[in-house]
């Protein structure tokens, strides 16, 4: 199956600071989505992005396709933004996703 | 609009039990799907639904089953528990079966002891 590896596995930031997660996958997708897990297990959608680059408040994410990675950004992070960023990916159109292992992310006042 | 639900939000087993998991997709959604989340991991795909039939199935054993009722709500059941089990539950809706984007539900965290 696709392959999909998260960098860095864990990240310490200051409030304020910003940061850049990293997706990285094996084979070309339909789908590619980012997802934020609070500390009580749910995934919040943060992107639907399987090109191109959106923007979100803070927040930002790019993915390259043709060069197999996806991008998120986090500017001016605050201490909710803690917690496991995941990057999922699908690739034959039957809606199942495969996801990284994650980046573990502390903001710290 | 209400989101993802699923109920229980936690649960404690012993080895051998059985478990039924519950979720209810966000209103208009026809697909429903399941991951299985251990600790450290990221979710790993489980089952497929859509329109009550199964449309895909992941590397799980059939101890692991589920099913889709008409207003589209889905169980998952799981026989004979294992202690390699104990993970966090998640469902997703979505619109499409086909490449959409999916809401996941907060989840139901399974402890077999």
């Known amino acids: 199956g696709i392959q999909v590896e998260q960098s860095p596995p864990d990240l310490i930031l200051q409030e304020g600071a910003n940061s850049t997660l990293r997706c990285n996958f094996s084979d070309s997708v339909n789908n590619l989505q980012w997802f934020h897990q609070n500390p009580w297990g749910q995934l919040i959608n943060l992107f639907y992005?399987?090109?191109g680059t959106k923007q979100n408040g803070r927040l930002s994410a790019t993915t390259v396709a043709t060069e197999r990675y996806s991008l998120l950004y986090i500017s001016s992070s605050q201490t909710t933004d803690s917690g496991v960023y995941f990057c999922?990916?699908?690739?034959?159109?039957?809606?199942?996703?495969?996801f990284g292992k994650g980046n573990q992310v502390v903001v710290i006042p | 609009d209400a989101g993802v639900t699923q109920s229980p939000t936690h649960l404690i087993k012993t080895r051998g039990q059985h478990v039924t998991l519950r979720c209810s997709p966000i209103s208009g959604h026809k697909s429903v799907s399941w991951y299985q989340q251990v600790l450290g991991q990221g979710p790993q795909f489980i089952f497929q639904y859509y329109e009550k039939e199964e449309r895909g199935r992941g590397n799980f054993p059939d101890r692991f089953s589920a099913r889709q009722f008409p207003n589209y709500s889905s169980e998952l059941n799981v026989n004979a528990l294992l202690l390699g089990d104990s993970a966090l539950y998640l469902c997703?809706?979505?619109?499409?079966?086909?490449?959409?984007?999916?809401?996941f539900g907060p989840g139901t965290r399974l402890t077999v002891l």
């Open positions: 992005i399987p090109s």
């Open positions: 997703a809706s979505s619109w499409r079966r086909s490449t959409d984007t999916q809401y």
């Open positions: 999922a990916v699908e690739r034959d159109g039957n809606n199942r996703l495969a």
